[in-house]
C-alpha cells in the first residue's frame, strides 16, 4: 500500500474526527485510550475516495469478482470500491450483508446480485474482535460465495484478525493499533 495514502487517510481521520484519543467506553465492555468511527471518514467525500484509492488494489489482487460487507459499516466502503472500480474500467458490483434477513419482499440476507462461486471479496470499518465480518462471511458462504480476502481500515489487534487468520483467510488493514493505543 502506498504509504503517503495511508498517512492522509490517518491524518484526514484525525482532522475529522473519526479517530479521537481520550478514554471511550466499548460496547463490547472496557475502555479504550482512542475511539475510531469509520463512518465518518467512509462518509467524508475525500475519505471515502481515499479508501477506495486503497482498498481497490487489495480486493482486485485477491481475485475477486464483487465486494461485500456487513452493513452498516462496510455499506460507504463497498458503495466506494465499487463506483471506483468502474471509473477504472474494472467494474466490481457490491454486495451488503444484513444483520438478519428481511422481514418482507425476497426476505433476502444479502443485497446485491449475487452468484453461486462468486468469488468474493470482504471489507469492513473496524475489525475487533471479527463478529460482523464472520456474520458476512457465513452468509456470503451460505449463497456458494468463496472469500478471497478479509481487509478493514482499522484492525484494534483484540483477537479478531489473529481468528480470521486462524480460520484460513487472508486478512489485511490500512491502519492497525497497538496496544498502547497507537495507530500506526
Same mark, same amino acid.
Given at each position: 500500500?502506498?504509504?503517503?495514502?495511508?498517512?492522509?487517510?490517518?491524518?484526514?481521520?484525525?482532522?475529522?474526527?473519526?479517530?479521537?484519543?481520550?478514554?471511550?467506553?466499548?460496547?463490547?465492555?472496557?475502555?479504550?485510550?482512542?475511539?475510531?468511527?469509520?463512518?465518518?471518514?467512509?462518509?467524508?467525500?475525500?475519505?471515502?475516495?481515499?479508501?477506495?484509492?486503497?482498498?481497490?488494489?487489495?480486493?482486485?489482487?485477491?481475485?475477486?469478482?464483487?465486494?461485500?460487507?456487513?452493513?452498516?459499516?462496510?455499506?460507504?466502503?463497498?458503495?466506494?470500491?465499487?463506483?471506483?472500480?468502474?471509473?477504472?474500467?474494472?467494474?466490481?458490483?457490491?454486495?451488503?450483508?444484513?444483520?438478519?434477513?428481511?422481514?418482507?419482499?425476497?426476505?433476502?440476507?444479502?443485497?446485491?446480485?449475487?452468484?453461486?462461486?462468486?468469488?468474493?471479496?470482504?471489507?469492513?470499518?473496524?475489525?475487533?474482535?471479527?463478529?460482523?465480518?464472520?456474520?458476512?462471511?457465513?452468509? #456470503?458462504?451460505?449463497?456458494?460465495?468463496?472469500?478471497?480476502?478479509?481487509?478493514?481500515? #482499522?484492525?484494534?489487534?483484540?483477537?479478531?484478525?489473529?481468528?480470521?487468520?486462524?480460520?484460513?483467510?487472508?486478512?489485511?488493514? #490500512?491502519?492497525?493499533?497497538?496496544?498502547?493505543?497507537?495507530?500506526?
Amino acid at each position: 500500500m502506498p504509504e503517503k495514502l495511508i498517512k492522509r487517510i490517518k491524518q484526514l481521520a484525525l482532522d475529522i474526527g473519526a479517530l479521537q484519543f481520550g478514554s471511550f467506553a466499548l460496547s463490547a465492555g472496557g475502555t479504550s485510550s482512542y475511539y475510531f468511527d469509520g463512518r465518518i471518514l467512509t462518509l467524508n467525500p475525500e475519505g471515502s475516495y481515499l479508501i477506495a484509492k486503497a482498498i481497490l488494489p487489495l480486493v482486485t489482487a485477491s481475485g475477486a469478482q464483487a465486494v461485500a460487507g456487513p452493513t452498516l459499516g462496510a455499506d460507504p466502503i463497498v458503495a466506494a470500491v465499487s463506483l471506483l472500480s468502474y471509473t477504472e474500467n474494472t467494474p466490481m458490483p457490491g454486495l451488503i450483508v444484513r444483520n438478519r434477513p428481511k422481514g418482507h419482499g425476497t426476505t433476502k440476507s444479502i443485497e446485491g446480485k449475487i452468484q453461486p462461486g462468486m468469488k468474493v471479496a470482504v471489507v469492513d470499518d473496524t475489525c475487533t474482535s471479527g463478529k460482523n465480518i464472520f456474520h458476512a462471511v457465513a452468509e #456470503l458462504e451460505k449463497e456458494g460465495c468463496e472469500i478471497t480476502a478479509i481487509f478493514s481500515i #482499522l484492525d484494534r489487534n483484540e483477537g479478531g484478525s489473529k481468528e480470521i487468520r486462524r480460520r484460513g483467510y487472508q486478512f489485511e488493514s #490500512l491502519l492497525s493499533a497497538t496496544s498502547e493505543g497507537i495507530i500506526e
